[in-house]
């Protein structure tokens, strides 16, 4: 379904302007959502 909602040719778009995730040298913490998810959530709403 993410795939349907973010197509290949908007998350090319998006990749571009997005930074990527900093790594967390203590680790722990929660786990990150896909960041295609997530667009797909902000395009749901």
């Known amino acids: 379904m993410v795939e349907r909602m973010v ?3 908007l998350w090319e778009l998006f990749q571009r302007v997005v930074p990527s995730a900093p790594l967390r040298p203590q680790g722990g913490g ?3 959502y896909g960041d295609r998810e ?3 959530a902000i395009i749901f709403v």
């Open 38 to 40: 997530v667009l797909a």
């Open 30 to 32: 929660r786990r990150r």
């Open 7 to 9: 197509p290949d040719e």
